[in-house]
T-cell receptor, first 113, second 112 residues
Framework: DTAVSQTPKYLVTQMGNDKSIKCEQNLGHDTMYWYKQDSKKFLKIMFS???????INETVPNRFSPKSPDKAHLNLHINSLELGDSAVYFCASSQRHHGDTQYFGPGTRLTVL | EDQVTQSPEALRLQEGESSSLNCSYTVSGLRGLFWYRQDPGKGPEFLFT???AGEEKEKERLKATLTKKESFLHITAPKPEDSATYLCAVQASGAGSYQLTFGKGTKLSVIP
């Protein structure tokens, strides 16, 4: 069984479009995260949710909006896509937020044309 | 601001040639230091967590160590399947510090 899954794996779209990436974890974890990995392979936190409540909201454009319908799901919606949004987006989860290991999904490669 | 610096950026080893990867960090208070392995096109795969200076952990050919300023990932007699990018990350202590701050990684290539 896949612990942290994301859909889609690849997403190619035009500038200005709105798109969503879905994430699900079956580990029973309380906390979920979204990270962005840019072209230089640098991983950076975007958001963190603990028990459906937003904990971290790093400096990302407000075109990015996370939504957690329940503890097992954390989706990422992106409005008015720009070329600079092209990257690989990773979802992760951990049991709690303090000091616990984060387990990552396989990533979604977003390409904005 | 938390900072993680990994060196070297890339490392090429012959099969069986042992070496070490370095992770230097600056953090107000360390809650945990994490090592991950990332294969091309995949998500980071957890390897180790270290919580305090002097702690060591081992898994097969890998051994991670921690001091107050840096961590080392020692690779003993590596095999081609150990080729990957190894990522180091820190989590700071203190309220609100939940995220991992990652280094840029060391890309390891093990040549048969």
């Amino acid at each position: 069984d896949t612990a942290v899954s994301q859909t889609p794996k690849y997403l190619v779209t035009q500038m200005g479009n709105d798109k969503s990436i879905k994430c699900e974890q079956n580990l029973g974890h309380d906390t979920m995260y979204w990270y962005k990995q840019d072209s230089k392979k640098f991983l950076k936190i975007m958001f963190s949710y603990n028990n459906k409540e937003l904990i971290i909201n790093e400096t990302v454009p407000n075109r990015f909006s996370p939504k957690s319908p329940d503890k097992a799901h954390l989706n990422l919606h992106i409005n008015s896509l720009e070329l600079g949004d092209s990257a690989v987006y990773f979802c992760a989860s951990s049991q709690r937020h303090h000091g616990d290991t984060q387990y990552f999904g396989p990533g979604t490669r977003l390409t904005v044309l | 601001e938390d900072q993680v610096t990994q060196s070297p950026e890339a490392l090429r080893l012959q099969e069986g040639e042992s070496s070490s990867l370095n992770c230097s960090y600056t953090v107000s208070g360390l809650r945990g230091l994490f090592w991950y392995r990332q294969d091309p096109g995949k998500g980071p795969e957890f390897l180790f967590t270290l919580y305090s200076a002097g702690e060591e952990k081992e898994k097969e050919r890998l051994k991670a160590t921690l001091t107050k300023k840096e961590s080392f990932l020692h690779i003993t007699a590596p095999k081609p399947e150990d080729s990957a990018t190894y990522l180091c990350a820190v989590q700071a202590s203190g309220a609100g510090s939940y995220q991992l701050t990652f280094g840029k990684g060391t890309k390891l290539s093990v040549i048969p």
